[in-house]
């Protein structure tokens, strides 16, 4: 190929002209109409032209020329019929050379620029001829009544970019407030690709919309359904992100609506142990409606009887059915300061199956005689018929401790089973509870809880007693279900014997492995128990509810899962719940940093916990919340150096939180 050459290539979905500069047998470079210098493989020329162009004339002359060429070319292939050159050369079905196509549209004295106009003619309408290297193949009827329709979508889909990029840019900018009706396919699109990113089916489009809007951030598009009124600014997107339904289904509410509220006592005293006349209490927060485990005591001599009475939920739900489907999809009730997303419906998980007082329920009872030691002399797992009388709060528990003799008994043997358990290996993990409360206008509480008060501290060793008596229940009658186990620690950073600081607990917990799930039982290092369940909250976890299902198999009560059924279940609940502990965790954050927002300036006392390349990364004692804090000033801190910080950005809905030292 010659200096001076006319050639044509296409680039970004355009024909351009240029000429040769500089030329070898696989490359040239080119300056083309545009006055822009170009490197092209010569297999990639659309067009290699036998017309030159003098050299010798100047870069101005030269450019004035190639765009003259430009034109020219374009008028040309304005005057070819496609459609009607498809016509003539369908019937024949075989590849046509440019040289003949040029000869049907331009029969007299064809050249150079009509080589080129037919190649753009079929460039710019591709419906009827593939083309491949100066050849043309006319389609099919039925492959060109295909083109057509892609064609057209494609015209639908660039005025859908040309019209929401417009769109997209008056909302932002303020000009337009309404949501039109016909706008409905627009914001489902944005909304997409605001929430999918690159996963969504609408990916390319809304980038496009975006992208015509002169936006530099998808993220503004939240902004955009705020203005609209589309989203509030501060709705939750992660339900939609992780597709978490909010709502129950009508055939979930109509079965649930079908159960009835009353038992039948004598049918169910048949099969169940009747405990109706034990001092049943609940102890849970305040404002709690599902109900799920209780706790008694009864002295016998020197010793107690202590019961653990959870709702058998298996009761009222039986495997497989509308209900079940619907909460085994979910796995697991979803607890945010601002909502909460129950597992059951409503009916059941505060009605029916919560026991509340007064209410006579069916039950799984662990029942165990202790001594306020905590030592375990005998123990027995139940179907039971109970009925509770007290409905007690944390703060209730915490006044009662020195006053009521159940409650300091019950206390007493909490502390002594925790010993014991630490004594076997486990790691007590003390720190404090961020709790996180937003009322409807949006005024937001924060607070510390005390786990260690009497009432969360007691609570919380009932239940772990009564989980590993389940498992080990479970295990003696060789019955499979879902066991915990948790290997040895990556490392132990402190003595149990004395009360560690707030640095060396927080980091304690990155040093836990992660807890095994399988249908057999293993020793739970974690907890210093040889083996582990949960089924103390089967109206809030489907893990609980699948482990109950398995006790009351033991009494005949229904058929028991396999292990082929258990382990399957553990995989397909893997990511709902993985899912539903990522909404939790970054709404609870949502909410703090919303708080912090109104605290621009706070001085606050963090703990250094590591230091990172450039960063170090902090704790926030107050807020128990980590940010980073930069490193590029004189000093030199090490772990568990207490600095005292400034808040000096907050954005929550971008997760941002900045803070310096001083």
């Keep these: 190929m010659e200096k001076g050459t006319i050639v044509e290539y296409i680039d970004q979905q355009k024909i351009f002209c240029a000429v040769v500069m500089e030329a070898n047998d696989e490359r040239v470079r080119l300056l083309n109409e545009n006055n822009r210098e170009v490197n092209q493989k010569t297999s990639r020329l659309s067009h290699s032209s036998r017309m030159r162009l003098k050299m010798n004339g100047g870069r101005d002359k030269l450019i004035a020329s190639i765009k003259e060429t430009a034109v ?26 440019l040289s003949t196509m040029t000869q049907l549209c331009f029969p007299n004295n064809a050249n150079g620029d009509h080589e080129a106009a037919v190649i753009r003619a079929c460039f710019n309408n591709r419906i009827y001829f593939k083309y491949n290297q100066d050849s043309f193949f006319p ?34 900018d303020g000009s337009e407030t309404e949501l039109a009706e016909d706008k409905t396919s627009l914001i489902e699109i944005l909304k997409s690709y605001y929430l999918l990113g690159k996963e969504s089916p609408h990916s390319a489009v809304g980038r496009a919309i975006v992208s015509k809007a002169g ?50 006592f004598k049918v169910l005293a048949a099969k169940r142990k009747n405990l109706t006349s034990l001092p049943l209490m609940t102890i849970d927060g305040q404002g709690t ?77 662990i ?14 797992v139940v179907p039971s018929i109970i009925r509770v009388g007290q409905q007690l709060t944390y703060n209730d528990v915490d006044l009662m401790v020195d006053t009521d003799e159940s409650i300091w008994t019950l206390n007493e043997i909490a502390c002594n089973f925790r010993r ?67 290997p040895e620690p990556k490392a132990r950073l402190y003595s149990q014997k004395k009360e560690a600081t707030l640095f060396q607990n927080w980091m304690q917990r990155r040093m836990l492995n992660r807890v095994i799930i399988s249908p057999n039982p293993e020793s739970h290092s974690g907890l210093g128990l040889d083996k582990y369940v949960t089924a103390t909250s089967p109206i809030r976890k489907y893990f609980d509810l699948v482990t109950q299902r398995q006790i009351r198999a033991c009494f005949d009560m229904e058929q028991p899962y396999s292990v082929v059924e258990i382990e399957k279940m553990l995989q397909l609940l893997k990511q709902p719940l993985m899912n539903a502990g990522k909404v939790q965790m970054r709404r609870n954050r949502y909410w703090l940093l919303k708080f912090l927002e109104k605290h621009i300036g706070a001085k606050e006392e963090a703990i250094v916990l590591d230091k990172r390349r450039d960063k170090y990364m902090i704790l926030l004692t107050t807020y128990l919340i980590e940010c980073k804090l930069g490193s590029s000033g004189p000093w030199n801190l090490k772990p568990q150096d207490l600095v005292r910080v400034t808040i000096s950005h907050v954005d929550a809905r971008r997760d941002v939180l900045t803070v310096d030292l001083g």
């Excluded at 020219?72 to 075989?94: A, F, G, N």
């Excluded at 064609?151 to 769109?167: A, P």
């Excluded at 001599?301 to 059915?321: C, L, Q, T």
Aim: glycine share 6%; aromatic share 8%; charged share 30%.
């Design 72 to 97: 020219r070319r374009k008028l040309l292939s304005e005057h070819i019929d496609i459609r009607e050159l498809w016509e003539v050369l369908s019937p024949m079905s075989e590849w046509v050379d």
């Design 139 to 172: 389609y099919s009827e039925q492959e060109v009544e295909k083109n057509i329709l892609r064609e057209k979508e494609k015209e639908l889909r660039n005025q859908m970019i040309e019209d929401g990029g417009d769109w997209l840019k008056k909302v932002l």
């Design 215 to 264: 936006v530099a951030s998808a993220e503004k598009i939240f902004d955009a359904m705020v203005n609209v009124g589309v989203w509030k600014s501060t709705h939750n997107i992660d339900l939609k992100r992780f597709e978490i339904p909010e709502t129950f289904s009508d055939a979930v509410l109509q079965r649930a609506d079908a159960i009835p509220e009353g038992v039948d």
């Design 289 to 365: 409606l599902d109900l799920d485990d209780a706790i008694s005591i009864e002295a016998e001599g020197a010793y107690y009887r202590v019961g653990v009475h959870i709702a058998d939920v298996g009761e009222y739900v039986a495997k497989g059915d509308v209900i079940d489907r619907e909460v085994f999809s979910r796995g697991t009730s979803i607890y945010m300061p601002d909502m909460k997303i129950p597992m059951m419906p409503p009916r059941l998980s505060e009605n029916i199956c919560s026991l509340k007082a007064g209410e006579v329920r069916p039950a799984i009872s």
């Design 367 to 380: 029942l165990f005689k202790v001594s306020r030691y905590a030592e375990l002399f005998e123990f027995e």
């Design 420 to 486: 014991k358990r630490l004594s076997n290996g486990g790691v007590q993990i003390s720190i404090p509870e961020t709790s996180i409360r937003v009322f409807d206008n949006n005024d937001i509480s924060v607070r510390k809880l005390d786990r260690e008060s009497p009432g969360r501290m007691f609570v919380s060793e009932m239940m772990i007693m009564a989980n590993w008596l389940m498992a080990r229940f479970l295990a003696d009658n060789n019955m499979p279900a879902i066991f915990r186990g948790q």
